[in-house]
């Protein structure tokens, strides 16, 4: 099963897929697409750390998603995948302007081919006023097309807000 995770910052969308994952009682890989740049992130990343079963395998990769998805998905086994807006910030801040749409139509596609449980995190950034700067109006344009692609092809999708989850796809939780 494909789920997406949608939330504001702080919403309780990493705890709740931590919560499906745990629930799933398949091994799970957490795949990190940040890349703790600063202090701030750095804390972050600890904070989910902590939060994580020692138990959890771990992959850290913040641009080639569809091949780390392709290469450990597999029957029962669950890959939790947080988040895409870091990773969509990743590509977009590269010197190459082709390897977003690359990596994305990547994505896209294996999707259907991807066998066990995905459960994908990203951040609901559209929901405010629209962003004064070029780069930050091309990531929520860019945000969210990959969100009506994905929530397309996932057979459930969570809007989960002040910790609360909204299902707006497929089987409540």
């Given at each position: 099963?494909?789920?997406?995770?949608?939330?504001?910052?702080?919403?309780?969308?990493?705890?709740?897929?931590?919560?499906?994952?745990?629930?799933?009682?398949?091994?799970?890989?957490?795949?990190?697409?940040?890349?703790?740049?600063?202090?701030?992130?750095?804390?972050?990343?600890?904070?989910?750390?902590?939060?994580?079963?020692?138990?959890?395998?771990?992959?850290?990769?913040?641009?080639?998603?569809?091949?780390?998805?392709?290469?450990?998905?597999?029957?029962?086994?669950?890959?939790?995948?947080?988040?895409?807006?870091?990773?969509?910030?990743?590509?977009?801040?590269?010197?190459?302007?082709?390897?977003?749409?690359?990596e994305r139509e990547s994505l896209?596609?294996?999707?259907?081919?991807?066998?066990?449980?995905?459960?994908?995190?990203?951040?609901?950034?559209?929901?405010?006023?629209?962003?004064?700067?070029?780069?930050t109006r091309r990531y929520v344009?860019?945000?969210?097309?990959?969100?009506?692609?994905?929530?397309?092809?996932?057979?459930?999708?969570?809007?989960?807000?002040?910790?609360?989850?909204?299902?707006?796809?497929?089987?409540?939780?």
């Open positions: 099963m494909l789920q997406l995770i949608l939330g504001g910052a702080r919403s309780g969308k990493s705890r709740l897929a931590e919560q499906l994952a745990s629930d799933s009682a398949m091994p799970v890989t957490y795949i990190a697409t940040s890349q703790p740049l600063d202090g701030e992130m750095n804390a972050r990343v600890a904070l989910h750390r902590q939060r994580r079963p020692s138990h959890w395998g771990l992959i850290e990769e913040p641009l080639e998603l569809a091949r780390v998805l392709r290469e450990n998905a597999a029957p029962g086994r669950c890959l939790l995948v947080d988040c895409l807006t870091l990773w969509l910030t990743n590509l977009l801040l590269l010197d190459d302007p082709q390897r977003l749409g690359v896209l596609d294996c999707l259907a081919s991807l066998p066990g449980e995905i459960i994908f995190v990203s951040n609901e950034t559209g929901l405010g006023v629209v962003p004064l700067g070029e780069l344009d860019e945000a969210g097309w990959l969100h009506q692609a994905l929530a397309e092809r996932c057979q459930r999708v969570v809007l989960t807000v002040a910790g609360l989850p909204l299902t707006l796809k497929g089987t409540a939780l």
